[in-house]
């Protein structure tokens, strides 16, 4: 460069700035060796991983750097009555393996327990600028934070167990842009719900996700997190958000965040990594928040979602034959009628919890719409925290007590009947309105029906047995 | 990981799209610690009614597809959640080769690293195979090293994999082993990382 002329940096976004800051080795032909700072650990994903290492003698080399917790299988009443002998193989099998190779446990009487997505952020260890897997595929809701945080399976687990590397083609980037304000009483996870309904369940896939836009700077870290959850159910292995001051806010005073002087210096590391001004994505695509209503899904995906004020699709909307066969599929899965307003829909299960939506915001908007009100008689209501901590605020709050004042079931901490793994279980042929991320079939329970929703449109069919426009039940309650 | 390089094997058509991992293997059996067994749980709840018994009208239950080795399903397949125990239990029931329009990331990562071979084709080539394969009796043949698909009826269609993942299938690596050889990198990157406040 010729002397006196300023080098322009060329823009970049927070992706291109997090991969490039944790390349660790490149080579023609091959994929990025990608350094990862933290891997979260649970019961499910793992025990094969770490037999894998014990098979060829390897060890976990940053123990310091892996965090473990049990939130898949634990039981949400009766704590240790694991009824299952399986389930109860499995989570000793972590307790023993944590032991064996020194990783630091969340176990089931630990008051950190919880769901590892939320305890993760709770305990600040999610911090902007790292790369965080976890053998889990909601793993995204990390990237809330501004962190390249994704879902892999057990092999990549062991992988990362035994080297804190793996091999990663560098994703293309798209933009997801939310323009203009959300209106009252709607939620992100309604954005979320929305998003996926407009672009479909796979337009993420071979992309991290940035969510920008005046609607999603003005979310809570909390909202932000429910976001980033959804990515993957967009097909995208990451989503993420730049940081700003709501993110340094939320971290101040975290356990595992720094303090004082070397507070100051992450927060000046951490602003760094948000996407410059001009960034070029490989995509983006926008949406109108003011566009987006409270959301009810219909059908046995995500994309298969609608306003609460809008009917059921009949298979002639498909657009192709595939589509056409996929919706009248989805139907008779979900015991729907063409053409149904979703509003006449009746529930017979409420679950309110999951890494989507079992924060301590989650249930206090939750808990504002049950508030001296009763579950309606056909329903049977449940709120699950998402952690201990959780769920020690919410009771500080007084909240379990308006919900079990309502009628509603409080639990204790885990993913529960998100997908049903412990005795959680929708059984078959019944309705519940779900605060968690999937409607897939059979997700919480053979044949059982899933309805996703945000935390207060489900309140309020607990209330009502049937869905309805919270907006219009938090003005002028039936 | 056995090497992967060529397979000829009977086809079984799975047309839909958006298959989940859910579907392929249902959460109540992820609760064993092996990575072997999974087979006999595969896509359980569209095989098995609630008693258990087999459901005449899902096609896997033909003996037609009895020893099935190759699958071709819709797009977006193995989406949802990141469960390895899917590939684990398509390889224990049979399952070599999988044909798609499109899968999901984490899924199709998961395959290569279990020595299942995705490959993806355009639709009306995935179409076209499940047309073929709904007869019962319609083999193929996936030669990976030159990237082909083919019956003996002139069928011929290639596909793209990125080189990496390729050279892990044909040569069975152990990839750990191979991230080892670099343990020198991981250390400087570690050192080097440390004196900045990246962390």
């Known amino acids: 460069m010729p002397k006196g002329v300023t080098h322009m940096a060329t823009p970049k976004t927070i992706i291109d700035k997090i991969w490039e800051q944790h390349v660790v080795h490149q080579e023609e032909n091959k994929p990025d060796l990608l350094y990862i700072d933290l891997q979260l650990v649970h019961e499910v994903t793992s025990p094969q991983a770490f037999e894998g290492l014990r098979m060829k003698g390897r060890s976990v080399r940053r123990p310091d750097r892996t965090f473990a917790t049990m939130d898949h299988n634990v039981p949400t009443v009766a704590r240790h009555i694991i009824n299952d002998p399986v389930s109860k193989k499995q989570m000793e099998t972590l307790q023993k393996n944590c032991e064996e190779f020194n990783v630091p446990l969340a176990d089931i009487d630990h008051p950190d327990q919880g769901i590892v997505h939320v305890i993760g952020p709770e305990l600040g260890l999610t911090q902007p600028g790292k790369t965080i897997v976890c053998g889990d595929s909601h793993t995204s809701t990390h990237g809330a934070f501004g962190a390249l945080a994704f879902g892999i399976g057990t092999s990549e687990v062991e992988h990362v167990l035994a080297t804190q590397t793996l091999w ?15 209106n009252p009483a709607v939620t992100a996870k309604d954005l979320i719900l929305a998003i996926i309904a407009k672009f479909g369940v796979k337009f993420g896939t071979g992309y991290v996700v940035e969510y920008t836009g005046e609607a999603i700077r003005n979310l809570t870290m909390e909202e932000r997190m429910t976001v980033c959850n959804m990515s993957i159910e967009a097909g ?17 005073g975290r356990r595992h965040v720094p303090e004082g002087e070397a507070f100051e210096k992450a927060v000046d590391y951490w602003s760094s990594l948000a996407s410059d001004e001009g960034a070029a994505y490989d995509a983006t695509v926008e949406i109108a928040a003011d566009e987006v209503e409270p959301q009810v899904t219909w059908g046995t995906n995500p994309s298969m979602c609608i306003p609460v004020s809008g009917h059921v699709p009949a298979p002639e909307d498909g657009h192709s034959a595939a589509d056409k066969e996929e919706i009248e599929r989805a139907l008779e899965y979900m015991g729907l009628e063409a053409n149904q307003p979703i509003s006449s829909v009746t529930v017979d299960h409420v679950f309110i919890g999951s890494c989507t939506n ?7 908007r939750a808990a504002k719409v049950v508030e001296g009100k009763k579950v309606h ?102 | 990981m056995e090497p992967v390089k060529h397979h000829t094997g009977l086809v079984y058509p799975l047309n839909r799209s958006n298959i989940d991992t859910d579907q392929i293997i249902p959460k109540q059996f992820l609760k064993r610690i092996e990575r072997q067994g999974f087979g ?160």
Not at chain 1, 236 to 252: E, H, Q, V
Not at chain 1, 387 to 400: F, N, P, R
Request: glycine content about 6%; aromatic content about 10%; some cysteine.
């Open chain 1, 236 to 252: 995208a292995r990451a989503g993420l958000i730049s940081p700003d001051a709501t993110t340094f806010d939320y971290l101040k």
């Open chain 1, 358 to 364: 079992s924060r301590l915001s989650d249930l206090r």
């Open chain 2, 40 to 199: 006999q749980f595969l896509f359980y709840n569209w095989r098995y009614d609630n008693e258990g018994n087999p459901k005449q009208n899902f096609s896997l239950n033909d003996p037609a597809y009895e020893g099935a080795s190759i699958l071709v399903a819709g797009e977006n397949f193995g989406c949802g959640s990141s469960r390895e125990h899917a590939p684990w239990a398509l390889q224990d029931f049979g399952f070599k080769v999988i044909i798609a329009p499109s899968f999901a990331d984490i899924f199709y990562n998961n395959c290569v690293k279990n020595g299942i071979l995705p490959v993806q084709l355009p639709e009306e080539q995935t179409s076209e195979l499940v047309k073929k394969a709904e007869s019962g009796n319609y083999n193929l043949s996936a030669d990976l090293k030159n990237q082909v698909v083919y019956d003996d009826t002139g069928f011929e269609a290639s596909f793209e994999i990125v080189n990496y993942l390729k050279e892990m299938l044909l040569n069975g690596w152990d990839e750990i082993a191979v991230t080892l050889t670099h343990q020198d990198k991981i250390d400087a990157f570690e050192q080097a990382q440390e004196k900045t406040t990246s962390i």
């Open chain 1, 377 to 478: 008689p056909s329903v049977k209501a449940m709120v699950v925290p998402g952690s201990q901590t959780v769920k020690k605020a919410a009771e500080a709050e007084g909240l379990d007590k308006t919900f079990t004042d309502a009628g509603f079931e409080w639990r204790e901490a885990g993913c529960s009947m998100c997908l049903a793994m412990n005795d959680d279980i929708v059984p078959p042929g019944e309705r519940c309105a779900s605060t968690s991320n999937r409607n897939f079939e059979g997700r919480q329970g053979n044949e059982a029906r899933t309805h996703l929703v945000a935390p207060e449109m489900a309140a309020a069919a607990a209330v009502e047995g049937r869905f309805v426009d919270v907006r219009s039940y938090l003005t002028a309650p039936v």
């Open chain 1, 168 to 182: 990663q083609a560098r994703p293309k980037s798209m933009n997801v842009k939310v323009n203009g304000q959300l």
